[in-house]
């Protein structure tokens, strides 16, 4: 292959390669408030349900 054309081709795959990575993100950045949420809600199963196993641990020692 030509020089010229090797390198005309790489410049080609950069640009999309750039354009890709730019657009994962801008939808790893729109995607970040639902990972917020995601994980209070999690915190939230959590704290639940360790209030939910506190009496029955607590009703066992005398």
Known sequence: ??????LALHHARAT?????ADAYR???????PRDL???????LVE?????????KAAAAIP
């Open 47 to 55: 704290v639940g349900l360790r209030l939910a196993a506190t009496p």
């Open 37 to 43: 949420r995601t994980r209070l809600g999690w915190a």
């Open 26 to 32: 801008l939808a790893a950045e729109s995607r970040h």
């Open 1 to 6: 292959m030509h020089p010229e054309t090797h």
């Open 16 to 20: 999309e390669l750039r354009a890709e």
